[in-house]
């Protein structure tokens, strides 16, 4: 398997994964197993790999079996989720730290094929994500719906994020997530 920070050439093989889990998409039986709620475009794929060097996946051959998107506040704050994530920074602190775009960034979604599942591609593409974007940033954050405890047994558990807060958007209930970078 190889862990690689991704290039233009693989965003298709990104985005054909991204179908097989992207609630809109998700056959309803792998429901149970996690999803990624949000759908994205090749244009904002290109974005996140050109401006921010993003998208770190994990790849067979031509396959991408594992993806994880990290950036800026700035790049995913078109998105309202995050421009409510934004506003609410400066009211929280992690491990005595204020948190603040300047300090943190936003994680996730990840996305990791089932046929590699329950192997060491959860931890080995979040710690090659995480020490990538810790040349940037000393915080991650991230949040998890509370619909999708499989994505927070992950994090929370395996992964050893910490739990900053619980918060309601929209309608539905999440925990927002975070580490720091260097470990």
């Not at 920070?5 to 996690?34: F, M, P, S």
């Not at 409510?84 to 920074?89: E, R």
């Amino acid at each position: 398997m190889e862990y690689k920070v991704a290039t233009i050439d693989d965003i298709e093989a990104t985005l054909k994964l991204h179908a097989k889990y992207q609630i809109d998409t998700i056959d309803e039986a792998d429901k149970k197993d996690g999803f990624v709620t949000t759908a994205f475009s090749k244009e904002e794929l290109t974005q996140l790999i050109e401006q921010e060097q993003g998208l770190f996946i994990a790849k067979e051959g031509d396959e991408v079996l594992a993806y994880v998107m990290s950036a800026s506040w700035n790049f995913w704050s078109k998105w309202v989720m995050f421009q409510h994530m934004i506003a609410d920074l400066p009211n929280l602190t992690y491990k005595g730290q204020e948190l603040s775009i300047e300090n943190s960034y936003q994680y996730g979604p990840i996305c990791i094929d089932k046929s590699v599942r329950g192997t060491e591609v959860l931890e080995k593409i979040f710690n090659f994500a995480l020490e990538k974007m810790s040349e940037r940033y000393p915080i991650l954050i991230t949040f998890v719906n509370q619909i999708n405890p499989r994505s927070y047994q992950a994090h929370h558990r395996k992964l050893g994020l910490d739990i900053i807060q619980e918060f309601e958007f929209n309608g539905n209930l999440y925990w927002e997530l975070g580490c720091l970078t260097k470990r």
